[in-house]
């Protein structure tokens, strides 16, 4: 149990469909993570929010977009995807940005998959 | 652009020793971190390092050198429950980690 928990764990969907996926943390941090991570590939940071707002885009194309109502809570916003963003989405929490060790905690992912 | 580099998978037996290395060149350095990550499962973290030397936990330590930008895990003792992807990340700046690959570590009885 890690605290940090993300639905769907997997979700199938065309390429003209629209999903959220859904992260939610309770351990009372304020920094929040989207990370990509597809096979054999290093983990691709993609976004982060501090205090609800983001403070980093790591050139994540347009149809991803994120939304973070509050600390605990995080979505990314899903449309018009292609094949190649199947992978693994991982949801992370810290307390908060580059004071001491400050590590991150890691939700389940959502495997998702586009056809 | 970031560089970390770490072997794609290493084998070792029931008890015994094994070592990760991960070489890394970023922009920037405010901490290195070493995650576990079983198939399937969320990446946890292991360990931190900022300084130089050597940080023990039980089985698993980490070593690292700035000057040389490297780093090491060790795992002493393998267990089969060791059998995971060990993932070594650098903090560049406030908030971002930038991870490596991944080691794939086997353990066989």
């Known amino acids: 149990e890690t605290g940090v928990t993300q639905t769907p764990r997997h979700l199938v969907m065309g390429m003209t469909n629209k999903k959220s996926l859904k992260c939610e943390q309770h351990l009372g941090h304020n920094a929040m993570y989207w990370y990509k991570q597809s096979a054999k590939k290093p983990l691709e940071l993609m976004f982060v929010?501090?205090?609800?707002?983001?403070?980093e885009n790591n050139s994540v194309p347009s149809r991803f977009s994120p939304e973070c109502p509050n600390s605990s809570h995080l979505f990314l916003h899903l449309h018009t995807l292609q094949p190649e963003d199947s992978a693994l989405y991982l949801c992370?929490?810290?307390?908060?940005?580059?004071?001491?060790?400050?590590?991150?905690?890691f939700g389940p992912g959502t495997r998702l998959t586009v056809l | 652009g970031q560089n970390i580099d770490q072997p794609t998978e290493m084998t070792a037996t029931e008890g015994a020793i094994v070592q990760i290395n991960c070489t890394y060149q970023?922009?920037?350095?405010?901490?290195l971190f070493w995650y576990q990550q079983h198939a399937g499962e969320a990446p946890t973290f292991l360990s931190y390092?900022?300084?130089?030397g050597l940080e023990e936990k039980g089985r698993f330590s980490s070593f690292l050198s700035r000057s040389k930008g490297y780093s090491y895990l060790l795992l002493k003792e393998l267990q089969m429950k060791d059998s995971a992807s060990y993932l070594c990340a650098v903090r560049d700046g406030d908030y971002k980690l930038s991870f490596g690959a991944g080691t794939t570590v086997t353990v066989r009885a």
């Open positions: 992370a929490s810290s307390q908060d940005g580059a004071s001491g060790s400050n590590e991150q905690f």
């Open positions: 929010y501090n205090f609800k707002e983001q403070t």
């Open positions: 390092n900022v300084l130089d």
């Open positions: 970023t922009s920037g350095f405010n901490g």
